[in-house]
């Protein structure tokens, strides 16, 4: 009887654990759905583990991150450099996302060139030109 019990337990834990690394592997995170705080980390998270030596597209930021925050796009010649923000800190608890509460991220012709405070000063000299 305690022989099959624990089988009974074993079983279940088994199962548990199945379904926890189902949900860890193939859940993905829907940042719309989230909350500020949530949100905020999730960005962060995504943003620190860019790698500088990859060109990753416009198209899979916004997807895996969702709509920026603010948005900016610049045509200089034949190069179209776009600057999308996304939460990162909070400053000030108004309701409204400001530039100083974001970390940009900086594509041109669709590809990342450059992120973090780099990218709104390199925003400011193409734009500006």
Do not use: H
């Not at 199945?18 to 989230?34: E, R, T």
């Not at 620190?48 to 709509?67: F, I, Q």
């Not at 996302?97 to 709104?120: H, P, R, S, Y």
Request: hydrophobic share 40%.
């Amino acid at each position: 009887m305690i022989k099959k019990v624990l089988q009974y337990i074993v079983l279940g834990l088994a199962v548990y654990g199945s379904i926890v690394m189902l949900v860890i592997n193939f859940y993905k995170d829907d940042p719309q759905a989230m909350i500020w705080q949530d949100r905020e980390a999730f960005n962060n998270r995504f943003i620190s583990k860019l790698d500088e030596n990859e060109a990753m597209p416009v198209e899979e930021v916004l997807e895996t991150l969702g709509s920026p925050d603010l948005t900016y796009v610049s045509k200089q010649q034949n190069d179209v450099y776009q600057i999308v923000y996304y939460r990162t800190q909070l400053v000030k608890s108004d309701g409204i996302t400001t530039q100083d509460e974001c970390t940009g991220l900086l594509f041109k012709n669709g590809l990342l060139l450059v992120w973090g405070d780099n990218a709104t000063l390199e925003y400011k000299k193409v734009s500006k030109d």
